[in-house]
């Protein structure tokens, strides 16, 4: 059963930079496709980024297009979410999350992601304030 524990996040002012990150356990991530989600207060979970292990492919929500960058450290069985230029409505919880199905088009078709993945971490709290 693949554990993942997120760490980062905190208060940043506009503008500023965050790095997430989520490291895995009870497997690897190697072979599996990996996400960022974001939720904020009294929102649904939308996706931001996802990322396949297998061939590199990756793909942003417009949102994130430029500014946040998905990785994967595959020694280190952990995956970062960079986060530059941030905004006030970026602010939300973060989760990362891991699935057996890699990041495709197909995945990213759908409306939301989430059906796609197994494995979520605890969330991350990220705050952007004036």
């Known amino acids: 059963q693949l554990q993942l524990v997120e760490s980062g996040g905190g208060s940043v002012q506009p503008g500023g930079s965050l790095s997430l990150s989520c490291a895995a356990s009870?497997?690897?991530?190697?072979?599996?496709?990996i996400a960022w989600f974001r939720q904020a207060p009294g929102e649904e979970r939308v996706a931001i980024s996802c990322?396949?292990?297998?061939?590199?492919?990756?793909y942003y929500r417009d949102s994130a297009k430029g500014r946040f960058a998905i990785s994967v450290n595959k020694a280190k069985n952990t995956m970062y979410l960079q986060m530059n230029s941030l905004k006030p409505d970026a602010t939300a919880g973060y989760y990362c999350?891991?699935?057996?199905?890699?990041?495709?088009?197909?995945?990213?078709?759908?409306?939301?992601?989430?059906?796609?993945?197994?494995?979520w971490g605890q969330g991350a709290q990220v705050t952007v304030y004036s």
């Open positions: 009870g497997g690897s991530l190697a072979g599996y496709g």
């Open positions: 990322h396949a292990t297998s061939d590199g492919s990756t």
């Open positions: 999350a891991v699935g057996e199905v890699q990041c495709s088009v197909t995945v990213v078709s759908t409306p939301t992601w989430d059906e796609w993945y197994e494995y």
